[in-house]
């Protein structure tokens, strides 16, 4: 590289030679090669170690959804801006609501006798309980609709609903 730290590199195509400049492998971009090198680097200057990093999660994040989090990842070389890190997201299925979209679906089992008659029940939200009446003549897999209290939508101050469907015991 003649102490540019940069190379010149031709690579053939269909279109002809393709001239491009990259990083010089010998001396990694200084202009110069480091014959003493750094028994804990090796000359990369950074080092391998882990880390434990906070991650805020905004309500709202589906499962699949990558959070990239920039200036978090591996450190560059030689000083270089480090790289991010790219959290999945990977959701938790939930032992009472199935989720659809940013509504949550809880099943609800009652007698014939309570739904030909109706009935006041409580039902699990994601913060606690709330009473839901039942009108008489509720037929077995209606969805009985809680405004609002689903889940966050992702950047956003609305929320989902909560869908209760009905069953026979």
Do not use: W
Not at 17 to 46: W, Y
Not at 142 to 158: E, H, Q, V
Request: glycine share 12%.
């Amino acid at each position: 590289c003649n102490g540019t730290g940069k190379v010149n590199r031709i690579t053939k195509s269909l279109f002809g030679d393709l001239k491009t400049e990259v990083v010089c492998e010998k001396c990694a971009g200084l202009g110069f090669e480091n014959v003493e090198k750094c028994p804990a680097c090796s000359g990369e200057g950074r080092i391998e170690k882990e880390s434990i990093v906070s991650v805020e999660i905004p309500a709202g994040v589906i499962d699949g959804q990558i959070l990239k989090l920039t200036g978090y990842g591996n450190a560059g070389r030689r000083g270089e801006q480090a790289g991010d890190l790219n959290c999945l997201i990977e959701e938790i299925k939930h032992e009472n609501f199935q989720r659809e979209e940013e509504n949550l679906i809880y099943d609800l089992e009652i007698s014939e006798t309570e739904a030909e008659n109706g009935t006041d029940v409580t039902v699990p939200i994601l913060n606690g309980k709330i009473k839901l009446k039942i009108p008489a003549g509720t037929e077995s897999g209606k969805l009985l609709r809680i405004t609002g209290r689903g889940l966050a939508k992702l950047n956003s101050t609305d929320k989902g609903d909560m869908l209760v469907r009905i069953s026979y015991n």
